[in-house]
T-cell receptor
Framework: GEDVEQSLFLSVREGDSSVINCTYT??????LYWYKQEPGAGLQLLTY?????DMKQDQRLTVLLNKKDKHLSLRIADTQTGDSAIYFC???????????FGPGTRLSVLP | SAVISQKPSRDICQRGTSLTIQCQVD?????MFWYRQQPGQSLTLIAT?????????ESGFVIDKFPISRPNLTFSTLTVSNMSPEDSSIYLC?????????FGPGTRLTVL
């Protein structure tokens, strides 16, 4: 079945770049997503990328997709304390209507 | 995008009781989803709720335990029935618009 994997924890210093990685198994994924969950809140859609793209940039966020290796990453430039949250990678394929979520990466930003 | 609200935002309930969670979307959507997020875990899909038809439940979830209503294109409810402490979780609703999903803020349920 479909599976999405992420490392569970990442710590960075304020001002540094963060890179959160995700791997997935479904080669028919059409869209891949990054969501952010702050403590006590729901999931906020940060960005998504269509599978025929290899990069997407949106202000401080850069998404890189290596479809051959089924690897997705989210880079946050100039990481701030407000970026501390759990980041979920998710994928959607052509035949499923629901998304498959990874376990989430807890990003801690140290002063 | 879609703005989604949920009520209640949190509740503490006694074992054996039931709680109904409401989800309101600010636009008409065909598909709504209900997820469970257990403490420290990722999201698990409970069911897909389409207007005008019965909800479709994922493996491990049954209608008797989690009845769902979808009376119109902007609203859905999830009931957690006969609760036990193992039902303590965050319950999230989401809508699919069209190739993205937007989530409500979640309902944090604690069962004593």
């Amino acid at each position: 079945g479909e599976d999405v994997e992420q490392s569970l924890f990442l710590s960075v210093r304020e001002g540094d770049s963060s890179v959160i990685n995700c791997t997935y198994t479904d080669s028919s994924s059409t869209y891949l997503y990054w969501y952010k969950q702050e403590p006590g809140a729901g999931l906020q859609l940060l960005t998504y990328i269509f599978s025929n793209m290899d990069m997407k940039q949106d202000q401080r966020l850069t998404v890189l997709l290596n479809k051959k290796d089924k690897h997705l990453s989210l880079r946050i430039a100039d990481t701030q304390t407000g970026d501390s949250a759990i980041y979920f990678c998710a994928e959607k394929n052509n035949y499923g209507q629901n998304f498959v979520f990874g376990p989430g990466t807890r990003l801690s930003v140290l002063p | 995008s879609a703005v989604i609200s949920q009520k209640p935002s949190r509740d503490i309930c006694q074992r054996g009781t039931s709680l109904t969670i409401q989800c309101q979307v600010d636009s008409q959507v065909t598909m709504m989803f209900w997820y469970r997020q257990q403490p420290g875990q990722s999201l698990t899909l409970i069911a897909t709720a389409n207007q005008g038809s019965e909800a479709t439940y994922e493996s491990g979830f049954v209608i008797d335990k989690f009845p769902i209503s979808r009376p119109n294109l902007t609203f859905s409810t999830l009931t957690v029935s006969n609760m036990s402490p193992e039902d303590s979780s965050i319950y999230l609703c989401s809508s699919k618009v069209p190739d993205t999903q937007y989530f409500g803020p979640g309902t944090r349920l604690t069962v004593l």
